[in-house]
C-alpha cells in the first residue's frame, strides 16, 4: 500500500519546506521505505523555465526534459531519486491541460468547474505512477491562506476522504518566531496558521516548527493542544549550520518515529544514518580551505545557482576541504576593470550558465585571465561557450567571433540550435518561437575523446548527462580553433554537437555544453566537481 504524506507551509513563505520534505524522505529511506518525491507549485506559469532567476531561482531539469522547481533538486540530492515530468506540476500546467480537454470536447458539453475537474487533475497528478511505492511525499508550494493555493488544499482534502486516513497524513510547517523583549517563543503564529488550514476542512496530523532554540515542554503541549495534535507530533525543525544535518536532526527530534506510528508502521528500531553522520563530519571538519571565484550574472539571488552550490560543496567533501565561495558580479569586471585585483586569491574560477548579453564581456574577461595564469577553470553551458569565443578571439585570429545570441555576427562561433535529435526524434526550433520548453532540455549522450583529460576525470569516454541551452557550440569552426591548442574532448555521438573542451596543457582547464551539477549527491559528488576542487588544492598549495 502506498501512503501519502503531504506537507504544506504557514506564516511565512521560505521556512524550507523543500528540504524538509527531503529529509523526511531521507529518513523513511534510511529505513529501508521506497519514497517518491512531487511537488505542487501555486503559480500560473506552466513552468520556471521562462521565469528570470530573479523571481524563481535556478531552473531544476530532470533526464526527461522537464523545467522544474528548485526544490526537486534537493529531492534528487537528499534520496539519489531521480525525478520526472510527473513529480512537478503548476496551475498553469493544471489549467492547461484541462482547457485542452475541453477544447476536445472530452466532457461531453459540461460546464467544466474547479470543482471536480481542476481538482481531478490535480488528484491525478499526486497519484498518477505511485504504485511501486512504500511512501509518495507531495510537497504544496506556497502559504497557507494565499488564493492560489486554494485549489490543491482542496485536492488534498478530497484525496483524504478518497483514499482514507490511515493512507494520508498531513504535515504543516509554521514558524516559531522568538520574540527577545519577552524572553519566549510565541505559538500565536502557529495556531493562527492551523486554523487557516482547518478552515479548507484539513487537519494537520503532524507540525514541524522552525525555530532557532528547543522547544520548551510546555510549548509543546500548549501547541498541541491549541492544534489538536499529539504533543510528539509537534516536531523541533531547529536550525542547522548545513541543511544535511536535518536528516539527524529531524530523527533525533522523533519525526520519522513519528511518521511511522501514525501509520500503523514500526518504529522502536534506529534507522541507519551512517551515511549522513559522514557527510556532516565532513563539512564540519574539513582538512583545508579552498577559495572559488563564481563569475554569474544572477548573483543577486543566489538560489539561481542553488544546485551549482551544493555541487561545489560536494567537491569539497569529496577532497576533504571546505570551500569557500566568492560571488562576482560578471558586470563588475566591465564597468571596473579590477579583474586581477578581483581574482587574484582565487584557487579556482568558475563560469556558470546564463542567457543574455548582460555581463558576457566580463565572463570572457574572466575566461581570459584563468587560462592565462594557469588557474583552474571550469566553464558549464554559456560558460562553456564563452571559453570558446575567449578562445576565438585571443588566440584564433577572429577578434569579431562572437555567440549569435546577441545579435548577428561575421563569426558565429556560438550560434542558434535549430534542430537537434533526441532517441529516434528530431526537434526542431525556430528563430522567432515560443520560448517556453524549446531548448535542448533532459539528458543526452556524450562521447570523451580516448586520453582526454575529462575521459581521465569520468573514467570512462561515455557519458549522459543533463542539458538546457539554446545555442551551440558551432563546430564548423573545430579545426581552427584545435589548431589554437584548444581540444574538442567531448561530442554528441554523431559528432555534430561539442560536449567538452579543454586545454590539454592548462593546469586544468575544462567547460562543458551540458549542467554536471544537476546529478552531483553529498553522497555521490560528479567527478567534475570533484576534481575540479582537487585542481583547486593543487592551486592553493603552489601559492
Not at 569565443?389 to 542558434?416: H, I, M
Amino acid at each position: 500500500m502506498t501512503r501519502f504524506v503531504f506537507i504544506t507551509g504557514g506564516v511565512v513563505s521560505s521556512l524550507g519546506k523543500g528540504i524538509a520534505s527531503a529529509a523526511l524522505a531521507a529518513l523513511l529511506q534510511a529505513r529501508g521505505y521506497k519514497v517518491r518525491m512531487r511537488k505542487l507549485d501555486p503559480y500560473l506559469n506552466v513552468d520556471p523555465g521562462t521565469m528570470s532567476p530573479y523571481q524563481h531561482g535556478e531552473v531544476f531539469i530532470t533526464d526527461d526534459g522537464a523545467e522544474t522547481d528548485l526544490d526537486l533538486g534537493h529531492y534528487e540530492r537528499f534520496t539519489g531519486v531521480h525525478a520526472s515530468r510527473a513529480d512537478n506540476t503548476t496551475t498553469g500546467r493544471i489549467y492547461s491541460d484541462v482547457i485542452a480537454r475541453e477544447r476536445r470536447g472530452d466532457y461531453l458539453g459540461g460546464t467544466v468547474q474547479v470543482i471536480p475537474h481542476i481538482t481531478d487533475a490535480i488528484k491525478d497528478v499526486v497519484v498518477t505512477g505511485t504504485d511501486d511505492y512504500d511512501f509518495v511525499l507531495v510537497e504544496i508550494g506556497g502559504t497557507v491562506g494565499d488564493i492560489e493555493s486554494l485549489p490543491f488544499l482542496e485536492a488534498i482534502r478530497q484525496l483524504r476522504n478518497d483514499l482514507g486516513h490511515a493512507q494520508t497524513m498531513c504535515v504543516h510547517l509554521t514558524l516559531l518566531p522568538y520574540i527577545p523583549a519577552a524572553g519566549e517563543l510565541k505559538t500565536k503564529p502557529t495556531q493562527h496558521s492551523v486554523k487557516e488550514l482547518q478552515n479548507v476542512g484539513i487537519q494537520p496530523q503532524m507540525l514541524l516548527c522552525r525555530s532557532d532554540r528547543p522547544i520548551p515542554d510546555n510549548e509543546r503541549r500548549k501547541i498541541a493542544n491549541f492544534c489538536n495534535v499529539r504533543p510528539e507530533a509537534v516536531i523541533a525543525a531547529l536550525d542547522v549550520d548545513t541543511i544535511y544535518a536535518c536528516p539527524i536532526s529531524y530523527h533525533n527530534e522523533g519525526m520519522d518515529q513519528e511518521v511511522l506510528r501514525y501509520f500503523g508502521l514500526p518504529y522502536d528500531s534506529k534507522p541507519d544514518l551512517s551515511r549522513w553522520e559522514k557527510i556532516v563530519h565532513a563539512i564540519r571538519e574539513p582538512e583545508a580551505e579552498v577559495r572559488v571565484a563564481v563569475v554569474g550574472k544572477y548573483t543577486a539571488l543566489l538560489d539561481s545557482y542553488k544546485s551549482l552550490a551544493e555541487a561545489l560543496l560536494h567537491g569539497g567533501i569529496a577532497n576533504h576541504v571546505k570551500v569557500n565561495l566568492d560571488w562576482i558580479e560578471s558586470e563588475e569586471f566591465e564597468k571596473n576593470g579590477n579583474i586581477a585585483e578581483r581574482l587574484k586569491d582565487a584557487d579556482a574560477i568558475l563560469v556558470p550558465g546564463g542567457f543574455g548579453e548582460r555581463g558576457a564581456e566580463g565572463k570572457i574577461q574572466a575566461v581570459r585571465y584563468a587560462r592565462e595564469n594557469n588557474i583552474p577553470f571550469l566553464g558549464i553551458c554559456f560558460g562553456m561557450q564563452m571559453a570558446v569565443v575567449e578562445c576565438a578571439r585571443s588566440l584564433a585570429g577572429l577578434p569579431k567571433a562572437s555567440s549569435t545570441e546577441f545579435g548577428p555576427t561575421d563569426e558565429p562561433v556560438v550560434g542558434l540550435m535549430t534542430e537537434w535529435a533526441r532517441g529516434g526524434e528530431l526537434l526542431r526550433r525556430r528563430e522567432g518561437g515560443d520560448l517556453g520548453g524549446t531548448m535542448r532540455l533532459g539528458a543526452y549522450p556524450a562521447k570523451l575523446v580516448p586520453g582526454s583529460r575529462v575521459a581521465e576525470i569520468y573514467g570512462r569516454t561515455e557519458i549522459r548527462e543533463r542539458h538546457r541551452h539554446r545555442w551551440e557550440v558551432n563546430a564548423h569552426y573545430k579545426d581552427r580553433l584545435e589548431k589554437t591548442g584548444l581540444r574538442f574532448s567531448g561530442l554528441s555521438p554523431d559528432g555534430v554537437l561539442p560536449e567538452v573542451v579543454e586545454y590539454p596543457d592548462h593546469a586544468w582547464f575544462v567547460a562543458v555544453q551540458y549542467h554536471p551539477e544537476l546529478l552531483s549527491k553529498p553522497f555521490d559528488p560528479h567527478p567534475l566537481f570533484a576534481g575540479f576542487i582537487g585542481a583547486a588544492i593543487k592551486e592553493a598549495h603552489s601559492k
